[in-house]
């Protein structure tokens, strides 16, 4: 059975990739994920405001705005929040490169152009295999129009793309009016793939102390079918490879992302949950549900449910949704 796949120009054994989070920052775990078979690993994203010298005099600022003001402080992460300073950043990539053989993939998050973006040739220098950029941007003014947000988000990602010549995806968010008129544009801008999605981790406000509680909850499979959508939709029409990332924690969820068109199956929470060996229990369970279900390759599943080849294309769009919220009756 051959379950290869190719995501980002980069020929892997097999679809599930750990994705961005804090295992790449202990080479230990590291190891540990190789070992248990990733196919690649996705560093944590090192941030625009790391990188750029006036933000730190801003977060300098906003330290000692912090200080005066006590329930403020929440919202600033200060410069010792980071895991990694740049330079670190750097040099874990070489130690991750000489301890695993698997590829690596970097991320840079970023939301402007500026400076910053030659870091990704630094980046391709340190020997990391491919670039993920994460475009993480919470929209709050509201004199800035949804045009100028993509537009920044295009021309960001030009950017990096012309700064490197290793693969550069981008790792989107679900919040636009025209998901698949702006990934088209970045793949006009020479993007390589596209990560969907990622997810806004939501603040939560403490009434007794008045503050703003950042708070990071795991995903669970609820969040899958959204991603499974967009990817039916996107690789009906784009030729960029596609990521799934969110909600997949066993192999009927990679089956289901590869069905819908993804190239790669990034997973998270469930092996932060799990531990690394559950990378092994889904890809022997990818394996044995291919063989029961008699498909002999990866190639062979990818984007059979896919907008265009799906058996009912009205149960992806607007059609079906109607005909859900017509039919509902309640339980009794
Ligand atoms: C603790 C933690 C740290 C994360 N750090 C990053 C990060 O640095 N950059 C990034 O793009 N995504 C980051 N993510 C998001 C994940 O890469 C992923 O998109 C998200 O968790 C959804 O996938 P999952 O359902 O498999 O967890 C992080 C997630 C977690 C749980």
Redesign the pocket.
């Known amino acids: 059975m051959d379950l290869s796949t190719h995501y980002l120009g980069l020929r892997l054994p097999h679809p599930l990739v750990v994705?961005?989070?804090?295992m790449v920052d202990n080479l230990d775990t590291v190891r540990r994920l190789e070992d248990a078979g990733a196919a690649a690993i996705v560093m944590?994203?090192l941030f625009e405001e790391q990188l750029s010298i006036e933000h730190r005099a801003t977060v300098y600022h906003m330290e000692i705005y912090a200080d005066a003001y006590a329930e403020a402080r929440s919202y600033f992460p200060e410069a010792s929040d980071f895991a990694l300073c740049p330079c670190d950043y750097l040099n874990q990539i070489r130690r991750i490169k000489q301890a695993v053989a698997i590829p690596l993939i970097a991320?840079l998050?970023g939301v402007s152009c500026g400076g910053w973006i030659d870091y990704a040739r630094q980046i391709e220098q340190a020997g990391a295999d491919a670039l993920?950029l994460?475009v993480y941007y919470v929209a709050t003014d509201p004199i800035e129009s949804s045009a100028e947000v993509e537009d920044r988000v295009v021309d960001t990602a030009r950017q990096v793309k012309q700064s490197v010549n290793i693969p550069v995806a981008v790792?989107l968010s679900q919040f636009y009016s025209s998901i698949p008129n702006l990934c088209s544009r970045l793949e006009e801008a020479g993007v390589d793939g596209l990560v969907l999605f990622?997810?806004f981790y939501q603040p939560d406000i403490d009434i007794d102390s008045l503050q703003v509680v950042p708070k990071?909850q795991?995903?669970d499979a609820s969040?899958l079918p959204l991603r499974l959508r967009w990817l039916a939709i996107l690789s009906s029409c784009l030729r960029v490879s596609l990521a799934v990332?969110?909600?997949?924690h066993v192999a009927v969820d990679a089956v289901k992302s590869i069905m819908c068109g993804a190239e790669a199956v990034?997973?998270?929470?469930?092996i932060?949950r799990n531990g690394p060996r559950h990378l092994t229990t889904v890809l022997t369970d990818l394996r044995q549900w291919m063989d029961e279900h008699e498909y002999s390759s990866i190639r062979q599943m990818k984007g059979s449910m896919n907008l265009l080849r799906c058996p009912d294309r009205g149960a992806i769009e607007r059609a079906n949704y109607m005909h859900l919220l017509q039919t509902w009756r309640e339980p009794v």
């Open positions: 994705g961005a989070s804090p944590h994203s991320s998050n993920e994460n790792k990622n997810r990071i795991l995903s969040e990332s969110g909600g997949v990034q997973m998270v929470s469930a932060l």
